[in-house]
């Protein structure tokens, strides 16, 4: 059974650069053909999702966030980092990350149901 966890500051400063780590156990990142999400809940709003990275190690990014976020991934540590630059309060969220067991297209990367594994979320709050 996969599991996923989140980690990172709880407190980020705005202008600054946000990176959260999602730590994976119970399967490989690379396994064939999942895609691994970072989808975050501002408060009092939906969900929003954010960019994903493939097991191939290809990036899908939101085209609202494109500008300042960006995936990786540490196939030695089972993890994929996410990255924000320039920071705002609008940041401000519970950040999540997911497994999804197919490619998804458009509108489909925002979909709840499309993603089976979920981490528990972690909040980040951006100020000064």
């Known amino acids: 059974q996969v599991q996923l966890q989140e980690s990172g500051p709880g407190l980020v400063k705005p202008s600054q650069t946000l990176s959260l780590i999602c730590t994976v156990s119970?399967?490989?990142?690379?396994?064939?053909?999942?895609?691994w999400s970072w989808i975050r809940q501002p408060p009092g709003k939906g969900l929003e999702w954010m960019g994903a990275?493939?097991?191939?190690?290809?990036?899908y990014i939101s085209p609202s966030l494109k500008s300042r976020t960006s995936i990786s991934r540490d196939t030695t540590k089972n993890q994929f980092t996410l990255h924000v630059s320039s920071v705002t309060p609008e940041d401000t969220a519970v950040y999540y990350c997911?497994?999804?067991?197919?490619?998804?297209?458009?509108?489909?990367?925002?979909?709840?149901?499309?993603?089976?594994?979920w981490g528990q979320g972690t909040q980040v709050t951006v100020s000064s």
């Open positions: 997911a497994r999804a067991s197919n490619r998804l297209y458009g509108s489909q990367w925002y979909l709840k149901d499309a993603y089976a594994d």
């Open positions: 119970g399967d490989s990142i690379t396994t064939n053909y999942y895609y």
């Open positions: 990275i493939a097991y191939s190690g290809s990036t």
